[in-house]
């Protein structure tokens, strides 16, 4: 057998390391390289006859730009492979490959009206010369993102950059701009000029914590900005092989106790998790929908697995565990869900506790703001919040005990409206972690927060300090425009708000359908939200109770997703 030459190339590693790699590529040193999903090789990293994506892109453009990196000459044809890794990644990853072959491409949706931007570009534009108010908004509203810009919005932020918009914190933002009102005029303040130039730039800045060992004053190892902002004083995380419990965060440490062995209080996940594209999610809905249409006239399955590989260009064992997976969840629910039919399943586990499905194809970042606002129509109905899991196929939402829900008579998708959608979604966001950390980001970028000052650089610690007591004097003034623009970075960004919209209004108008299915064991579909239930938002519950709670799922269930290995481990030694 041939050894093959592999190497491993990794934006942690040295600008050195990753050279060397490329070059040894390049000299076919190397057979093959092991790259992270950005592809971090640059253009001409040399000729490349294969790609091999492991699980789906997620995008179809992200696919074509990957699986283009082999053959990338004119007169080349790019190769690629997708090595799948469950029968959902199968699914989207045979509609994938439909779609860049049909040469489709995902939606580009561009920012209209960020207000940070607006912020730093009204500071550059009076530094260099004075303006009267009105002729600088006309000059904003010729870019074509700013062409809808509401001359209020606009008038806030010189508000709030001539130090008219009162902070009540220590040591407030002092004034960028003078906006004499009286001749509608505005001036540059002294340090207008170098901020502009020194202060500026839309990419926030990210740092790494490092976790100290309170006791014997050393260094454990590093956290993520993101994971740290979720840490509150006496959360239990791993790092390592063990637990440990945070004591306090200092500047840009995070103090901590060893309890080793004891259970994490917080996902150890906690970083963003890759989205389905909206559009390629109605590509899968729409492809569920033919595949559903060929069960229900009874197409035997040699004819719908030659259809598979012919049209979406999987083998034999990959259409023929297309067909089986589908064909188990029509058996149990009698439909699939696709983009026109939303399937909400129901069911209660040995533990007595109801656990609702909701069975959409439309993608992670639909499917979080759409959790977000069921937990706030739900509390504000029935006074308890459930607990939701999401993935690309649906929605988890899990009772407290005690606590059932009539799915059928208090139509649950129903609870949230084009008319409420905005305001359960603001009510949600302005309390989660999403929020904090994008408030942050358009402080800097609104330079209300200076990321450098006097040829000083400010750290992120820093930043993050100074930016969480502007939130906390302006937390409760939807119309700052710090805030408006963080909720507008969160419902249209971080989260696809728009999106969710059309869906409810399509709900509404009845242009998508429901159907309810109480079911005695859980559909194939819906596998995966329970496994990501049981072991991931459900973090705050000690590991004792999820190992139980996982034992107590139903026993055929666990049969078709766990092998004999895994359902022995689940038991305590004796």
């Known amino acids: 057998t041939p050894t093959i030459a592999a190497g491993a190339h990794h934006g942690s590693m040295s600008k050195k390391v990753r050279l060397d790699m490329e070059t040894r590529l390049k000299c076919g040193e190397l057979d093959a390289l092991v790259a992270t999903a950005s592809l971090e090789l640059g253009i001409d990293v040399g000729s490349i006859d294969l790609v091999c994506q492991i699980q789906s892109a997620k995008s179809v453009s992200t696919g074509m730009q990957r699986i283009g990196r082999a053959g990338h000459l004119l007169d080349a044809t790019s ?17 994938l490959v439909r779609a860049i072959t049909d040469g489709q491409i995902d939606t580009t949706r561009i920012p209209a009206n960020c207000l940070d931007v607006l912020a730093q570009q009204i500071v550059a534009a009076v530094a260099a010369d004075e303006w009267h108010a009105p002729a600088l908004y006309d000059l904003f509203r010729r870019a074509y993102c700013y ?25 407030p933002p002092y004034p960028k701009i003078t906006w004499d009102k009286v001749n509608d005029v505005l001036y540059p303040e002294r340090s207008a000029r170098l901020i502009a130039f020194r202060a500026g730039g839309t990419i926030p800045d990210i740092s790494d914590y490092d976790v100290y060992l309170e006791a014997k004053k050393t260094r454990v190892g590093r956290l993520d900005e993101g994971f740290v ?4 004083t006496g959360d239990i995380f791993v790092l390592g092989s063990s637990s440990w419990r945070v004591l306090g965060i200092r500047r840009n440490r995070v103090l901590v106790k060893d309890v080793y062995g004891r259970a994490p209080t917080i996902p150890f996940w906690g970083g963003d998790r890759d989205s389905r594209t909206y559009d390629l999610g109605v590509l899968v809905g729409q492809f569920r929908a033919a595949i559903d249409a060929r069960l229900e006239s ?27 997976y589908c064909r188990e969840q029509k058996l149990v629910t009698g439909t699939l869900p696709t983009n026109t039919l939303l ?10 506790l109801q656990q609702i499905v909701v069975h959409s194809p439309f993608g992670i970042r639909v499917h979080d703001p759409w959790a977000l606002v069921l937990q706030q129509a739900i509390q504000e109905r029935y006074g308890f919040r459930p607990q939701t899991a999401t993935i690309d196929d649906g929605i988890l939402i899990t009772l407290p005990a005690g606590k059932i829900l009539d799915v059928e008579r208090d139509n649950l998708v129903g609870m949230v409206t084009p008319e409420n959608l905005t305001r359960l979604a603001e009510s949600a966001i302005l309390r989660s972690p999403v929020f904090y950390g994008r408030f942050r980001h358009t402080a800097v970028r609104s330079l209300m927060v200076l990321r450098e000052y006097r040829g000083r650089k400010a750290p992120v610690w820093l930043q993050s300090l100074r930016s969480t007591a502007l939130l906390e004097a302006c937390s409760e003034d939807l119309s700052s425009p710090l805030v ?25 108008a009845g242009q998508i359908q429901v159907k309810t299915r ?21 973090g705050s519950i000690p590991t004792r109770e999820r190992r139980t709670r996982m034992m107590h799922l139903h026993r055929e269930l666990l049969k078709q997703i766990l092998d004999e290995e895994t359902l022995q481990n689940l038991l305590d030694p004796v």
């Open 343 to 352: 399937l909400i399943e129901h069911f209660q586990d040995e533990l007595g």
């Open 147 to 171: 062409r809808d810009l509401d001359y209020e919005d606009y008038t806030r932020v010189l508000d709030m950059l001539s130090g008219n918009y009162t902070f009540d914190v220590e040591y």
């Open 298 to 324: 009874g197409a035997p399955e040699s004819e719908l697995i030659g259809w598979l590989c012919r049209e979406y260009h999987v083998d034999q064992n990959g259409a023929r565990s297309i067909y089986t």
């Open 518 to 538: 109480a079911t005695r064991v859980p559909s194939p579909f819906t596998h995966s939200l329970l496994l990501l239930g049981q072991y991931g938002d459900m």
């Open 79 to 95: 190769k690629g492979r997708i090595l799948v890794t469950d029968r959902d990644d199968l699914v989207e990853s045979a509609v």
């Open 484 to 508: 408006q623009e963080s909720l507008r970075e969160c419902m249209n960004e971080a989260l696809d708000v728009p999106n969710l919209r059309q869906i409810v209004e399509r709900l509404s």
């Open 229 to 232: 902002e979720q840490l509150h």
